[in-house]
C-alpha cells in the first residue's frame, strides 16, 4: 500500500525535490549546506526503502512501479538545478548530458519489457553507478561554498564532485549498454513486434 513505510520513504524523495530545488535558488552557503543535507537524505531513502520492504516481505507493486520513478526525477531535478543556477560549467556539463541521456534510455526499455513482462534486473555495476552518482551530486549540490562554512576549504570538495561525476558517466556509459543489449536481444526475439503507434 502507499501508506507502507517503504513507500512512504519513496514518496519522500519526490516531496524532496522542491525543496532542494528552492535551497539551491537561495544561492547562500547555508542553502548549499541544506541542499546537500537534502539531497543526501532523499538518497539514503533509496536504500531503505528497498531493504525495509523485503525485511516485511511488504514488496508491492506500487513501490517497484515508484522507486525507479522517483530516483529518476531526483537525479534529473539534481542534474537540471546544477545546471541552471551554472554549477555545471565547461567539461563538467557533458558527463550530466550522459547520466541523464541513460536515465531516459534505461526508462524507455523498462516500458517495452514490462509489455512483454519480462523485468530489466540492477546489476551490481550499476549499484555501484548509483553511489558514484548520489555522491557526485550531494557534493556538487552542496561545492565549495557548504565547504567554506562548515570550516572545509581545505579540501577542493567541486572537483572531488566533478571527479566522482565522470566516474559516474563512466560506469553509466557501460551498464546503459548492458541493459540496451539486453533490450534488443528480447526485441529480436519478440513475435508480436508491430508498428510503434504514433503519439502526439
Excluded at 24 to 35: E, F, H, I, K, M
Excluded at 165 to 181: K, M, P
Excluded at 185 to 196: F, I, M, T, V
Amino acid at each position: 500500500m502507499p501508506t507502507d513505510l517503504p513507500n512512504l520513504l519513496t514518496l519522500s524523495r519526490i516531496a524532496a525535490i522542491p525543496l532542494l530545488v528552492a535551497l539551491v535558488a537561495l544561492r547562500t552557503p547555508w542553502g548549499d549546506v541544506g541542499a546537500c543535507a537534502v539531497f543526501a537524505a532523499a538518497a539514503i531513502t533509496d536504500y531503505f526503502d528497498g531493504k525495509i520492504a523485503r525485511q516485511r516481505q511488504t514488496v508491492s507493486g506500487f513501490g517497484r512501479m515508484l522507486d525507479p520513478i522517483a530516483d529518476k526525477l531526483l537525479v534529473g531535478a539534481a542534474l537540471m538545478v546544477l545546471a541552471g543556477h551554472d554549477r555545471l560549467t565547461g567539461w563538467t556539463l557533458y558527463p550530466a548530458i550522459v547520466i541523464l541521456l541513460r536515465e531516459i534510455l534505461v526508462s524507455g526499455l523498462r516500458e517495452y519489457l514490462a509489455g512483454l513482462r519480462i523485468g530489466l534486473p540492477v546489476s551490481r555495476l550499476a549499484k555501484w553507478k548509483t553511489g558514484f552518482q548520489m555522491g557526485a551530486l550531494g557534493t556538487l549540490l552542496g561545492g565549495d561554498t557548504a565547504a567554506s562554512v562548515l570550516h572545509l576549504s581545505f579540501l577542493p570538495v567541486s572537483l572531488i564532485g566533478e571527479a566522482m561525476l565522470w566516474v559516474a558517466a563512466a560506469l553509466t556509459l557501460v551498464t546503459g549498454r548492458t541493459y540496451l543489449e539486453a533490450g534488443l536481444r528480447h526485441a529480436e526475439a519478440d513475435p508480436g513486434a508491430a508498428a510503434p503507434e504514433t503519439r502526439p
